[in-house]
Nanobody
Framework: QVQLVESGGGLVQPGGSLRLSCAAS??????????MAWYRQAPGKQRDLVAR???????NYADAVKGRFTISRDNAKKMVYLQMNSLKPEDTAVYYC????????????WGQGTQVTVSS
């Protein structure tokens, strides 16, 4: 069974930084074949894409986080990271890790989420 487990969330002041981590595990989970992404969902809002990294490490970002957030992956460790700098109150949300197979998109997995709160 595939598991994605996020960590690194918390309370931070505006302008601060956090680094989220997502650990992937499970028999048969070929991490190299998966596009990995971070989504976020604020209260009362839909879940939106924050950043995505493909199997060849091509990245793309939501306009709201460009220049502030950086997604990366460590294929050997089956880890995905989201470095978040210059955090704003509007970045407050539950952040979810997602893994979707690049070719067989029915293989689509989610983590349980980690809360990020940006407040003074």
């Amino acid at each position: 069974q595939v598991q994605l487990v996020e960590s690194g969330g918390g309370l931070v002041q505006p302008g601060g930084s956090l680094r989220l981590s997502c650990a992937a595990s499970g028999s048969g989970f070929g991490f190299l074949g998966y596009t990995m992404a971070w989504y976020r969902q604020a209260p009362g809002k839909q879940r939106d894409l924050v950043a995505r990294i493909t199997t060849d490490s091509t990245t793309n970002y939501a306009d709201a986080v460009k220049g502030r957030f950086t997604i990366s992956r460590d294929n050997a460790k089956k880890m995905v990271y989201l470095q978040m700098n210059s955090l704003k109150p509007e970045d407050t949300a539950v952040y979810y890790c997602n893994g979707r197979h690049a070719r067989q998109t029915e293989y689509d997995y989610w983590g349980q989420g980690t809360q990020v709160t940006v407040s003074s």
